[in-house]
Structures are given as structure tokens and as C-alpha cells.
């Protein structure tokens, strides 16, 4: 609800956003690979894990592109990230916890 606006003043298409938004959970498990509309760095790709363990080829990718100190700051914000998410989320903070999030068109 809140990403999308945040997303496009980016510059993200809406083939991305889309690629974001439709992710199954667990997919680079499923053998969905989202690089070629994501992009080769990975970021966004590891950013969208949603298991604990993150895939070598998504790991791989993010680190060609990354030094470690970057590659730690990047671990850390998404793990933070995923944290925030849960407890807003949990405690239903912006009463939205119901609220179907959109498909960007």
C-alpha cells in the first residue's frame, strides 16, 4: 500500500513492481528467478526472500556487486526491515493489517 508511490520515484517500472508484488514466498526455491526484470545486482532480489536462508545465486549476485561492508548494511537493513514489517503487522499499527494490498497496474 504504502511502496508502490515510493517504488515508482525511484524509477521502478511497472513490470517490476509487479515482479515485486507477485513474488510467491519461498520463490527462488521454486526456480523463479527474477534478475532479468529486477535487475543483475540482486538487491531487489534479496531483499524479497522471504525464508531465512537466501539462496547462493541470489547471494552470489547481490555480493558481485557489493563490497562486504556494503553486503553487511545491505544483510542488516532487510533483516531490520523484516522486523519492523512483522511487528507493525502483528500489532495491526496503521489498521491496514486487513486492507488487500494492490496490483500495480
Known amino acids: 500500500l504504502q511502496h508502490e508511490s515510493v517504488g515508482r520515484?525511484?524509477?521502478?517500472?511497472?513490470?517490476?513492481l509487479l515482479a515485486i508484488r507477485l513474488a510467491?514466498?519461498?520463490?527462488?526455491?521454486?526456480?523463479?528467478?527474477?534478475?532479468?526484470?529486477?535487475?543483475?545486482?540482486?538487491v531487489l532480489t534479496f531483499t524479497l526472500i522471504k525464508n531465512v536462508h537466501v539462496p547462493d545465486?541470489?547471494?552470489?549476485?547481490l555480493k558481485a556487486f557489493l563490497n562486504d561492508s556494503q553486503l553487511v548494511?545491505?544483510?542488516?537493513?532487510?533483516?531490520?526491515?523484516s522486523f519492523i514489517n512483522r511487528f507493525v503487522?502483528?500489532?495491526?499499527?496503521?489498521?491496514?493489517?486487513?486492507v488487500p494490498v494492490p496490483v500495480p497496474t
Open 89 to 98: 503487522v502483528a500489532l495491526n499499527v496503521d489498521a491496514k493489517m486487513d
Open 57 to 61: 545465486d541470489v547471494f552470489n549476485a
Open 73 to 81: 548494511e545491505a544483510t542488516a537493513t532487510a533483516a531490520g526491515y
Open 24 to 42: 510467491p514466498p519461498f520463490f527462488a526455491s521454486q526456480g523463479v528467478n527474477l534478475t532479468s526484470i529486477l535487475g543483475a545486482s540482486g
Open 9 to 16: 520515484m525511484a524509477g521502478h517500472t511497472t513490470e517490476q
